[in-house]
């Protein structure tokens, strides 16, 4: 069983910066770690994605701007967002995909104002 706990969200100015972190509870090495976000009244949407060879892949909207990173050693993922965009308003989710279960974490929220 791995738990996940977000932390980092806020408010931030547009063209600002913030960096999300997600605590794991057990070892991640190996998982599919990744970062989803829900703006009010849309769907989830996947934003970025670490593969366990640190391979990354990240949502046309946010590339360039974010990058998803690991510490294995701390058990940690982290979501450095720049450039921040008021569309980029949403509740952040920390998902893990780890010998076929997948994990979530309660979320995280992100203001851009303008």
């Known amino acids: 069983q791995v738990q996940l706990v977000e932390s980092g969200g806020g408010l931030v100015q547009v063209g600002g910066s913030l960096r999300l972190s997600c605590a794991a509870s057990?070892?991640?090495?190996?998982?599919?770690m990744g970062w989803f976000r829900q703006a009010p009244g849309k769907q989830r949407e996947l934003v970025a994605r670490?593969?366990?060879?640190?391979?990354?892949s990240y949502a046309d909207s946010v590339k360039g701007r974010f990058t998803i990173s690991r510490d294995n050693a701390k058990n940690t993922v982290y979501l450095q967002m720049n450039s921040l965009k008021p569309e980029d308003t949403a509740v952040y989710y920390c998902?893990?995909?780890?010998?076929?279960?997948?994990?979530w974490g309660k979320g995280t929220l992100v203001t851009v104002s303008s």
């Open positions: 670490i593969y366990s060879g640190d391979s990354t």
């Open positions: 057990g070892s991640i090495f190996s998982a599919w």
């Open positions: 998902h893990a995909l780890y010998r076929g279960m997948d994990y």
